[in-house]
C-alpha cells in the first residue's frame, strides 16, 4: 500500500485501438476508502480504463499504479489485492452459494478456516441459514447481486472494482446494492464504481465524468452541480454530454 492515502494513481493513460482512442490522457487518484464514480454514456471509454486499472489490459503509454503496483509489470500482484463484480454477473448460476465460495476462496488461496468464517458472516447479514446450498441461479437478482458483491470482497481486497453494477436492476434493489457499498467503504475498502446511472453519482465522494474518452470533470456531486449551475448529476451529465463528437451509445 502506498503510504500517501492514495490507492490508484493515474497519470495520462492513453489506450488506443488501432487508429481509435478510447482513454485521451486520463490524469486522477483515488484515496484509500473513497467511493470513486466512475460515470460517462455506453461508449465513453470507463470499461477500457477499468480492465487497465485491474491488470487485465496494458495502457498505450501513461503511467498508473494500482495500491502501489506498477500496471505494465505488476498486473499479477494488483489481480491479487482487487476485488471485481461485472454487471455480466459473475457467480456460476449452475453451482451454489457455498460451491461459488469455495471456489473464488481457491483461487485467492484462502485457508479452509478464512472461507468459513467468510461463509458464516455472510449467512448472519442475508439472514438466510439455508442460503449456502441454493443454486445461485435460482436466486432473485437483487440476492445474486448482494452475494457477487460479497464474494468479491471474500478474500479482503483493499479496492473493489464494480463495473456497472447495478445495471438492469430496479430503484429498490438499486438502493439495497449502495448500502452495501456504503459499509464497505465505511470499513475502509475502496470502492471504484462505473455508471450510467446519474442518480447514483450523487452517492458518491468524488466523480469523473468521462465523454469522448476524455475527463470532461473530475469533483464532488455538490462541487460539480455548483460549478456547471445544475440541480441534479444528470443536468451535470447533460451539459457536458453535449460537447460529444461521437455518437453516443
Given at each position: 500500500?502506498?503510504?500517501?492515502?492514495?490507492?490508484?494513481?493515474?497519470?495520462?493513460?492513453?489506450?488506443?485501438?488501432?487508429?481509435?482512442v478510447?482513454?485521451?490522457?486520463l490524469?486522477?487518484?483515488?484515496?484509500?476508502g473513497?467511493?470513486?464514480?466512475?460515470?460517462?454514456?455506453?461508449?465513453?471509454g470507463?470499461?477500457?480504463?477499468?480492465?487497465?486499472?485491474?491488470?487485465?489490459?496494458?495502457?498505450?503509454?501513461?503511467?498508473?499504479?494500482?495500491?502501489?503496483?506498477?500496471?505494465?509489470?505488476?498486473?499479477?500482484?494488483?489481480?491479487?489485492?482487487?476485488?471485481?463484480?461485472?454487471?455480466?454477473?459473475?457467480?456460476?448460476?449452475?453451482?451454489?452459494?457455498?460451491?461459488n465460495?469455495?471456489f473464488?476462496?481457491?483461487?485467492?488461496?484462502?485457508?479452509r478456516?478464512?472461507?468459513?468464517?467468510?461463509?458464516?458472516?455472510?449467512?448472519?447479514k442475508l439472514h438466510?441459514?439455508?442460503?449456502?446450498?441454493?443454486?445461485?441461479?435460482?436466486?432473485?437478482?437483487?440476492?445474486?447481486?448482494k452475494?457477487?458483491?460479497?464474494?468479491?470482497?471474500?478474500?479482503?481486497?483493499?479496492?473493489?472494482?464494480?463495473?456497472?453494477?447495478?445495471?438492469?436492476?430496479?430503484?429498490?434493489?438499486?438502493?439495497?446494492?449502495?448500502?452495501?457499498?456504503?459499509?464497505?467503504?465505511?470499513?475502509?475498502?475502496?470502492?471504484?464504481?462505473?455508471?450510467?446511472?446519474?442518480?447514483?453519482?450523487?452517492?458518491?465522494?468524488?466523480?469523473?465524468?468521462?465523454?469522448?474518452?476524455?475527463?470532461?470533470?473530475?469533483?464532488?456531486?455538490?462541487?460539480?452541480?455548483?460549478?456547471?449551475?445544475?440541480s441534479?448529476?444528470?443536468d451535470?451529465?447533460?451539459?457536458?454530454?453535449?460537447k460529444a463528437?461521437?455518437?453516443v451509445?
Open positions: 500500500m502506498m503510504g500517501n492515502g492514495k490507492v490508484i494513481e493515474v497519470k495520462n493513460l492513453v489506450k488506443k485501438f488501432g487508429n481509435f478510447a482513454n485521451d490522457h490524469t486522477f487518484d483515488v484515496h484509500r473513497e467511493i470513486f464514480g466512475f460515470l460517462g454514456a455506453n461508449g465513453a470507463k470499461t477500457t480504463a477499468m480492465r487497465i486499472l485491474c491488470g487485465l489490459s496494458k495502457p498505450t503509454s501513461g503511467e498508473i499504479t494500482v495500491n502501489g503496483f506498477d500496471v505494465y509489470r505488476q498486473s499479477e500482484a494488483i489481480k491479487r489485492t482487487i476485488g471485481y463484480m461485472s454487471q455480466k454477473f459473475s457467480l456460476y448460476e449452475d453451482m451454489t452459494v457455498a460451491e465460495m469455495r473464488y476462496a481457491g483461487i485467492y488461496k484462502l485457508p478456516s478464512k472461507r468459513l468464517k467468510k461463509e458464516a458472516e455472510l449467512r448472519d438466510m441459514p439455508e442460503i449456502m446450498n441454493k443454486l445461485v441461479g435460482s436466486l432473485p437478482l437483487g440476492w445474486k447481486q452475494l457477487a458483491f460479497s464474494i468479491a470482497l471474500i478474500h479482503d481486497p483493499g479496492i473493489v472494482f464494480l463495473d456497472e453494477p447495478t445495471g438492469g436492476v430496479d430503484p429498490i434493489t438499486r438502493r439495497q446494492f449502495w448500502k452495501l457499498i456504503y459499509e464497505a467503504s465505511a470499513n475502509g475498502i475502496t470502492v471504484f464504481v462505473t455508471t450510467h446511472y446519474m442518480d447514483e453519482a450523487e452517492y458518491c465522494d468524488r466523480v469523473t465524468i468521462m465523454v469522448d474518452g476524455r475527463i470532461e470533470a473530475l469533483d464532488t456531486p455538490a462541487q460539480l452541480m455548483q460549478t456547471y449551475g445544475a441534479s448529476m444528470n451535470v451529465f447533460l451539459t457536458l454530454a453535449r463528437k461521437k455518437a451509445g
